[in-house]
């Protein structure tokens, strides 16, 4: 079970947003990698990988994107949140059988 | 650059079998680096994986143990695609659903367009 800390968050723009999830059990596997991704999702739009492998960008996500964490507790961070940024945020865990948390609503204040 | 192409009927009718597809182009249902998956996005906006097929020397198919004995999950070579099938459909199998292909780090990193069925009478 993936339990994200919070189902919204309201941030301004420039200002810096964390969103945390936390697994019930560790999502370390034997090769060193945590299978922890985190996705966007975009009103209308499939959602889009942001980070796989719990701290790995995906080609094209801006800098200002980064995810940390490791075993069962993980971070993705926004630096400098922008209006684009607004929409569901959702980690998903492919150790075991896919599942996703429960996702936080990024809002622009 | 995959792109994930679905279609499929957007209305189904109670305790018949919902049918979409996923035509596939910029890899190969057979690759032995990718796995295909089907998702499904409840109007709660939860999101559900339900199975995935892929090939490595041999067809796999696994699914979610909530939905073993109602979902199929088949790849057709012949098209470059792969299908989902639900049977005995209820209301509560209304959903958006998703085809996504998956890469060596395990992310689903190429998704389909969504199609939204709707299981009504």
């Known amino acids: 079970v993936l339990t994200q800390s919070s189902l919204s968050l309201a941030v301004r723009p420039g200002e810096p947003a964390s969103i945390s999830c936390r697994a019930s059990?560790?999502?370390?596997?034997?090769?060193?990698?945590?299978?922890l991704d985190w996705y966007l999702q975009k009103p209308g739009k499939p959602p889009q990988l942001l980070i796989y492998?719990?701290?790995n960008r995906a080609s094209g996500v801006p800098d200002r994107f980064s995810g940390s964490g490791s075993g069962t507790d993980f971070t993705l961070k926004i630096s400098r949140v922008e209006p684009d940024d607004v929409g569901v945020y959702y980690c998903?865990?492919?150790?075991?059988?896919?599942?996703f948390g429960q996702g936080t609503r990024l809002e622009i204040k | 650059q995959v792109h994930l192409q679905q279609s499929g009927p957007g209305l189904v009718k109670p305790s018949q079998t919902l049918s979409l597809t996923c035509a596939i182009s910029?890899?190969?249902?057979?690759?032995?680096?990718?796995?295909w998956n089907w998702i499904r996005q409840s109007p709660s906006g939860g999101l559900e994986w339900l199975g995935r097929?892929?090939?490595?020397?041999?067809?796999?198919?696994s699914y979610a143990p909530s939905m073993k004995g109602r979902v199929f999950i088949k790849p057709d070579t012949s098209k470059n695609q792969f299908s989902l099938q639900v049977t005995s459909v209820t209301p509560e199998d209304s959903a958006v659903y998703y085809c996504?292909?998956?890469?060596?780090?395990?992310?689903?990193?190429?998704w389909g367009q969504g199609t939204l069925v709707i299981v009504s009478s």
């Open positions: 996504a292909g998956q890469g060596e780090a395990a992310s689903l990193d190429s």
């Open positions: 910029g890899d190969s249902v057979a690759s032995k680096d990718a796995a």
């Open positions: 097929t892929f090939y490595r020397a041999k067809w796999y198919t």
């Open positions: 059990q560790s999502l370390l596997y034997s090769n060193g990698h945590n299978y």
């Open positions: 492998l719990g701290s």
């Open positions: 998903m865990q492919a150790l075991q059988t896919i599942t």
